[in-house]
């Protein structure tokens, strides 16, 4: 398959609305940053080291990063930033 027939194919098989590539996937990935290091840094300083490995290893749009934070830790919006 030459490149024009897949880029063809891939404009043809893609909605128009998904912007491939652009803002949304940056987004996406500022967001599970963002998350991903709060809950890092909260299992970090309370010694949760079983929970920091999870946390770095598994990583599903910062899923599991808010069930620690907000399930198992029990962190009101306000704690999330103090020390």
């Given at each position: 398959m030459n490149t024009s027939t897949f880029s063809s194919t891939l404009s043809s098989?893609?909605?128009?609305w998904i912007p491939v590539g652009g803002t949304l996937?940056?987004?996406?990935?500022?967001?599970?940053?963002?998350?991903?290091?709060?809950?890092?840094?909260?299992?970090?300083?309370?010694?949760?080291?079983?929970?920091?490995?999870?946390l770095l290893i598994v990583n599903t749009a910062s899923i599991l990063d808010l069930i620690y934070l907000f399930g198992v830790l029990k962190l009101k919006g306000s704690h999330l930033f103090s020390k």
């Open positions: 098989t893609v909605p128009t996937l940056l987004l996406l990935v500022l967001w599970s940053l963002f998350w991903k290091g709060l809950a890092l840094w909260h299992a970090g300083r309370r010694g949760h080291g079983k929970w920091f490995i999870v």
